[in-house]
């Protein structure tokens, strides 16, 4: 079994829905995060997690929510999808040091019509 | 704001054929950097970590280094494969409490067989 999951994989959507997308991991680490990616481009850091208490806004956080529900879940949220919030959305983890390599989800491509 | 790019964005090599490709960075308060695989519809690889104290970190036919004082680091790829085809992304994480990382746009390599 994969240690980040993401689900769902794939997700076609119209403009003014809303989303959620899923992450859990079985690591036991305690930072996650959201990245997405477009195309041609790295990964932008969307929001971020230390714990169930600590949630924090990254780069390009306009338009998303997130849950971290329990230490092993964290939720991203697109309370009213855009067009533009088309991309391919990676959930990621690592360890409270930051000193292992972070380890991340298969991502899930989002088209919003 | 930390900015990471990669050069070249594309390659083509012959099989065997040793590669070096190219991440700079705009802030030397790293506090490490990692390579990361990417295959078409996949979620990201890591290849390796090089802590900010470290200079270099090998596996296998790969070898990365590290000079915090120039802002850049080298993936060294040997006697590639067509296996190695892929994309490959160079992400820095900075030296603060979130340690979320700044990603590069990553170098799409091929390896003709």
């Known amino acids: 079994d994969a240690d980040v999951t993401q689900t769902p994989r794939n997700r076609i959507t119209k403009t003014g829905k809303r989303i959620m997308l899923e992450c859990s991991q079985t690591k036991g680490h305690d930072r996650m995060y959201w990245y997405r990616q477009d195309p041609g481009l790295g990964l932008r850091l969307i929001y971020y997690s230390f714990d169930v208490k600590d949630i924090n806004k990254g780069e390009i956080s306009d338009g998303y929510s997130v849950s971290r529900q329990a230490q092993a879940k964290f939720s991203l949220s697109l309370e009213s999808a855009i067009p533009n919030q088309t991309a391919l959305y990676f959930c990621a983890t690592s360890d409270r040091q930051g000193n292992q390599p972070q380890h991340f989800g298969d991502g899930t491509r989002l088209s919003i019509l | 704001k930390q900015e990471v790019t990669q050069i070249p964005a594309a390659l083509s090599v012959p099989e065997g054929e040793n590669l070096v490709l190219n991440c700079s960075f705009t802030?030397?308060?790293?506090?490490?950097l990692q390579w990361f695989r990417q295959d078409p519809g996949k979620g990201l690889t890591s290849l390796l970590l090089?802590?900010?104290?470290?200079r270099e970190q090998t596996s296998g036919r790969l070898n990365a280094s590290l000079d915090k004082s120039s802002g850049r680091s080298t993936l060294y790829i040997a006697a590639s494969q067509p296996g190695d085809s892929a994309t490959y992304l160079c992400a820095g994480g900075m030296d603060t409490g979130r340690r979320a990382l700044t990603f590069g746009s990553g170098t799409r390599l091929q390896v003709q067989p």
């Open positions: 802030d030397s308060a790293i506090y490490n």
């Open positions: 090089i802590q900010s104290s470290q």
